[in-house]
Each structure stands twice: as structure tokens, then as C-alpha cells.
């Protein structure tokens, strides 16, 4: 029988007189306990317990795809899909459950806005706070498609001024695009004078709400996107392989699929059906997922978005207080917790943030992410990426006082060992 072995040993990084080897985690029960885990912007963990529950559930009872069978069980699947889809509806504040359309995962949501609307001699404007999901799709376009692309700057805080987007505005711009919040300073962009922008100039407006979404209440229409995209397993606390996109009534007309195949309606017809969502939703859909989703939609909802809110920005406040005394600690970002989403990055004495990240694994079980976070052009503005990008804590419901207070401690350790070193 084949092996697969690692070909060479597991990589040592060395500073100064500390050695981190990287290792192989075994779990054993209550391990789970002593997981400090603050890479919620990655996704979250852990879920509410209905999650887990709906997908077993799923998984041992129902066990069926929707818009297909003529059974029970199947009528059940369909059932539970299309309440994720009106809870999702209540959350956004829009109107039209069916105009909310099922991905893959955040970047794939972002790849149909974008692959879907951007045709040869298009412009559009993006911002360097923006995501790889975004960026390197727009970066494709512009190579083998003849899509014109804007990246423009941000300040010193992580967040871009609309005047620069105004400025930026060509004949030929069809679109903007802008992520929310930043998933590496946290900074909350401004939105609705954004989209008043594009209302303004009669362009297509796509937000990124991956690292917002079920973080703050959003009201999908008064930000004026007509293209709303977010991932399932972050914010939302659903389980991973799900992202949504709405599409603002109208605009499904001018957002092309982009895969075509069977939905288990008009299936005398070999055209995809323009109804939504069928028009964007060919395949199986991954209802463990999405059933997971409404609940964690549903957990959200009856904890209410703004008291969600109010406790990141109490818990975003006290990393950011907790970091700021450290000597050897530098902070990125809008530093003030009411402008920005609980995610919080920092570089420690001028030390490999992958090596921080990992002493703070090996010391503390605190669990963050060390590096570029997909996000190359925010780095570069930053000045990070020589440093090897920075050290992120991100925060979720189920993040506790104590957790930010070891995070800082252990940070402190870190700094204060490095500097006398
Ligand atoms: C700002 C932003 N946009 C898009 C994405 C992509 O989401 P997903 O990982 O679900 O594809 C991420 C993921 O980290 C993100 O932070």
C-alpha cells in the first residue's frame, strides 16, 4: 500500500533564541475547552448547537434534495430551504426571499456579481481594503476580458473616502465594487454614501458583506447595493460549502449564470430557467448547509443584531485598549471599535507574524492568523507585506471577556520576551 509522507520535516522558524516547530494537533476530549479561538473573520467556531443539530438531523433523517422528489421527506428539505431563505429575506430587509441565490461560499457569490455583469469595455472601481475574492477576479477580467479596473486608495484608518470613488467614475463605468468591512483592519467602509454614489451615476453596485454580515444589522436597501454577497460560515455561524447572493428585483436581467444545469423545474426545457433562484442555482444544493444557516440566522435573530453588535464593539474595545499599552506592539486599522467590526490586527516587535501566531498556539491555545489574509493591496498600503503581513484576532458571538484578556496577555508575553531578547 502507498504511503503519502511529508518529503521534508516539519519547517522550524527561529527567532531570536525561541524555536516553534510546526506540529500535528491530535484532539482528545476537553481539548476543545481550552481553544482559545479568535479566527472568526476566517470562519466562525463554534456554531449554536442548532446548527450542529439541523445538519445531523439532515444528514440521518431527511437526507434528500429539494425541488426534485415527490415524497415527504423531500417536500420537508424544500420546506426548510425556502424558511432559510425568508429568515436570510428578514435579515437583509429586502422583500424577496427568491432573489437570495445559494453559492458555494462567499467567493463564489462575488465571482458571479462580477464574472456574471462585467462584459469587454466595461470599467469598474474597486478599493485596495478589497478581498482576493474581488480583486483577483477583477484582475482575470481585465486580462482576458477587456474590463477596465479602478483600485483606489483608503486612508490612514483603513477606510475610503467616496471622493476618491467619485473621481474615479469614467462613460464606461458599469460598476463599483466595495467590501463592508475590511478583513484586515475591521474598518467599516461607507456604504450608503457609496451607493448613493452609484445611484447617482446609474452603476451596478456590489457589496461585500463577508465580514460584516451577522456582525451588525444591515439593511440591504438602504445601502443601495444591487448586489449583496456574503458567505454562510462566518458571521452567520452556518456550517462551511455555503454562500448567498441577493439580487437586487430587476437586476437578475443583467447578471448572467455562471453554470448552467439541471433544478428539478421546467425540466421539459434544455434552457436555464430565468426564474430565481433556479436562474442561478443548477445542481444539488447543499441543504445540510443551508438548513445549518437558518439556524444560525434564526440564533442571531433572537439575540437580536444590535445587542450582537454592541458586544463586538465591547470586545473589539478591550483588544484594542489591551494592545495599545504593549511596548513592541503596532496597530493597524481605525483603532476606535465603533468604526470598525470586531477584527483586529497588530504586528508584534517586528516579528514573523506566522511565528507570533504560532507562539501563541503552542503558549496559550489562542488561535489567530498570521499573514497577507487575501487581501495584497491593503498590505501594501499598510506597509506590511515586508513584514510578512500581520497578526489577526477576530471575535464572534461566542467570544468571552476572558478570551480577549488571555489574547492580550499572551501577546504581552510575546512582546515583552522578544524585546529584551
Ligand atoms: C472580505 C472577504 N471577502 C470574501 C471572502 C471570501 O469568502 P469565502 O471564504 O466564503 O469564499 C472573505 C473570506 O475570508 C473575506 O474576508
Request: with cysteine.
Amino acid at each position: 500500500m502507498r504511503r503519502f509522507e511529508c518529503a521534508s520535516p516539519p519547517p522550524v522558524v527561529r527567532v531570536h533564541k525561541l524555536v516553534v516547530r510546526s506540529r500535528r494537533v491530535t484532539y482528545h476530549p476537553g481539548m476543545k475547552a481550552r481553544r482559545i479561538y479568535l479566527d472568526n473573520a476566517a470562519t466562525s467556531w463554534p456554531k449554536p448547537e442548532a446548527v450542529y443539530e439541523a445538519v445531523d438531523w439532515y444528514q440521518r433523517e431527511l437526507g434528500t434534495t429539494t425541488g426534485r422528489g415527490a415524497y415527504r421527506e423531500a417536500d420537508e428539505a424544500a420546506h426548510r430551504v425556502r424558511s432559510t431563505r425568508e429568515r436570510l429575506a428578514r435579515l437583509l430587509g429586502v422583500a424577496e426571499p427568491d432573489h437570495i441565490v445559494f453559492t458555494a461560499n462567499g467567493t463564489e457569490s462575488l465571482n458571479l456579481a462580477l464574472h456574471g455583469v462585467l462584459r469587454p469595455g466595461d470599467h469598474v472601481i474597486t478599493s485596495v481594503v478589497d478581498h482576493n475574492s474581488v480583486l483577483r477576479p477583477l484582475r482575470f477580467l481585465e486580462e482576458y476580458h477587456g474590463v477596465a479596473v479602478d483600485r483606489v486608495s483608503c486612508g490612514h484608518d483603513g477606510i475610503v473616502d467616496p471622493q476618491t470613488i467619485r473621481r474615479a467614475i469614467r462613460p464606461q463605468t458599469r460598476m463599483i465594487a466595495l467590501v463592508h468591512a475590511s478583513n484586515v483592519t475591521g474598518a467599516l467602509q461607507p456604504i450608503e454614501a457609496v451607493g448613493a454614489l452609484a445611484a447617482e451615476h446609474g452603476l451596478m453596485y456590489l457589496v461585500d458583506a463577508a465580514q460584516s454580515l451577522g456582525h451588525l444589522p444591515i439593511d440591504v436597501p438602504r445601502t443601495g447595493a444591487h448586489l449583496f454577497a456574503a458567505p454562510a460560515h462566518k458571521g452567520l455561524l452556518g456550517p462551511s460549502g455555503l454562500g448567498l447572493l441577493y439580487i437586487a428585483p430587476g437586476c437578475e436581467q443583467f447578471v448572467r449564470p455562471l453554470r448552467q444545469g439541471g433544478t428539478g423545474t421546467q425540466s421539459d426545457e434544455d434552457r436555464q430557467p430565468d426564474s430565481l433562484p433556479d436562474k442561478y442555482e443548477p445542481g444539488n444544493l447543499n441543504v445540510p448547509a443551508v438548513l445549518g444557516l437558518g439556524e444560525g440566522v434564526s440564533y442571531l435573530q433572537q439575540l437580536g443584531l444590535e445587542q450582537v453588535q454592541r458586544q463586538g464593539e465591547e470586545l473589539t474595545a478591550r483588544l484594542i485598549e489591551g494592545f495599545s499599552g504593549i511596548d513592541g506592539v503596532v496597530l493597524y486599522g481605525p483603532r476606535d471599535a465603533r468604526r470598525q467590526v470586531g477584527v483586529v490586527s497588530i504586528s508584534v516587535a517586528g516579528v514573523d507574524p506566522r511565528v507570533v501566531a504560532a507562539m501563541l498556539d503552542s503558549s496559550r491555545r489562542v488561535q489567530v492568523r498570521a499573514g497577507i489574509h487575501c487581501a495584497p493591496l491593503m498590505h501594501r498600503t499598510l506597509g506590511t507585506t515586508e513584514l510578512g503581513g500581520t497578526v489577526r484576532f477576530s471575535t464572534s458571538v461566542f467570544t468571552t471577556v476572558d478570551d480577549i484578556d488571555a489574547a492580550v496577555e499572551a501577546v504581552a508575553d510575546i512582546a515583552r520576551a522578544m524585546v529584551v531578547a
